[in-house]
Structures are given as C-alpha cells and as structure tokens.
C-alpha cells in the first residue's frame, strides 16, 4: 500500500485580530465602529447543545464561539462596593473606591465585520498568498492588504 505525504498547508490566519477596526452587525450598537482590544476563544472546543429530548456536550471549533472585545462599544455598567484589602505587611489597609464602572462586553465574532483601511468599507476578507510563502488577508473590494498597525 503506496504511503500518502502531507500536503504541506499554509497556517491559518485568525479573520479578525486585535487592533482591527470593525463596525458592528446587529444590536443596539449596529453600525457603529470601533477598534478590537482583544479576541476571546473558547479554549475548550466545547458547548452544550439544547435538543428536543435532554441535552449534551458537542465538540466545536474554538473559532466558532470567538468574540471580540471593541473599545467603546457593547458597554455594560458594573456597580461595585468599597472594599478593604489589607496585605501581610501593610499597617493601614487600602480602600478600593467604588461606584459604577462601564465596561465592554465581548460581542460574537460573527457580528462584527471588518473595515478595510483602505477603502473604508466593511468588507469579507480574502486570504492570498505571496511570493515568499506568507499567507495574508486581502480586502475582497479593493485588493489591497488588510494590515494591523501596532
């Protein structure tokens, strides 16, 4: 039996990265934009699924459940108490302030479109790769290279 070799395939790119701008799908803040502060995964592979009979656990992708955290948008108020925190060498304890805090909640990755740099316009992205082996992502109506400026 002949032996098959591995194609050797190019590593995948995430679509969406930190640092990208995107504008926001549905909800209460569709259309607006904003810039990703962070990607969060499902490190698992997991999610219970609801059926008609009982319930169970499905292996999924981890790219699948991926949200993104966009400053400015999805914002939820966080009310918090004053606490104490004494440490091992400290006379006086410190007193954390409290009050309401406005944090931003993670958004599912597939209500969230990326805006080409370019041309400024939410697009779909298109993967090429180059001469030196380099897979990038393309914007699908301009053709130009989507780069994160960091």
């Known amino acids: 039996m002949p032996v098959r070799t591995a194609i050797p ?4 790119v995430p679509e969406i990265r930190k640092g990208d701008t995107v504008v926001v799908l549905v909800g209460k803040d569709a259309g607006k934009r904003g810039t990703v502060e ?3 995964r499902n490190p698992q592979g997991f999610k219970k699924s609801s059926k008609k009979h009982g319930s169970a656990w499905e292996r ?11 400053e400015g ?4 108020k966080r009310h918090t108490k ?15 302030q409290g009050g309401i805090l406005d944090l931003a909640q993670p958004l ?3 209500k969230v479109m990326l805006v080409c740099s370019h041309c400024s316009k939410p697009t779909r992205i298109a993967h090429k790769v180059l001469d030196n082996g380099r897979r990038v992502r393309v914007c699908r ?3 130009e290279q989507l ?4």
Do not use: F, W, Y
């Open 60 to 70: 999924i992708s981890p790219i699948a459940t991926a949200s993104v955290v966009v």
């Open 73 to 76: 948008l999805n914002i939820a």
């Open 82 to 96: 004053p606490r104490q925190s004494a440490g091992a060498t400290d006379r006086m304890p410190k007193i954390q």
């Open 9 to 12: 395939r190019p590593p995948k």
């Open 38 to 40: 962070r990607v969060v």
């Open 147 to 150: 780069e994160v400026r960091s």
């Open 108 to 110: 599912p990755i597939g």
């Open 141 to 143: 109506h301009c053709g």
